[in-house]
């Protein structure tokens, strides 16, 4: 199995850019389609943004859509969710999930990452 570690969340203003890393280890990073997810307070875990296996097709939520860009480095076994533009109601901890499937919601196979926590003040 493959194991993930998030990194790279704070406290930012609205405006700010944030970039999140998810390292991945144990399992081959490349045989894994890879999602980044959020969850706000009181809400369901959402999905945000997802990238193939060979980091060729990339989906985004449309509440993201033009401001964040996901990336992979199967090389360093990493990947990365770039964040602008952000705004208060991006608030949340965000998570990383290997994957079958690039897109939609959570599913019952994902294997999460521990989470790291995104706050925007505005």
């Known amino acids: 199995q493959v194991q993930l570690v998030e990194s790279g969340g704070g406290l930012v203003q609205a405006g700010d850019s944030l970039r999140l890393s998810c390292a991945a280890s144990g399992r081959a990073f490349v045989f894994y389609a890879m999602g980044w997810f959020r969850q706000a307070p009181g809400k369901e875990r959402e999905f945000v943004s997802g990238i193939s296996r060979s980091g060729g097709i990339t989906y985004y939520a449309d509440s993201v859509k033009g401001r964040f860009t996901i990336s992979r480095d199967n090389a360093k076994n990493t990947l990365y969710l770039q964040m602008t533009s952000l705004k208060p109601e991006d608030t949340a901890v965000y998570y990383c999930?290997?994957?079958?499937?690039?897109?939609?919601?959570?599913?019952?196979?994902?294997?999460w990452g521990q989470g790291t926590q995104v706050t925007v003040s505005s």
């Open positions: 999930a290997a994957r079958t499937n690039p897109s939609g919601p959570p599913r019952s196979d994902d294997r």
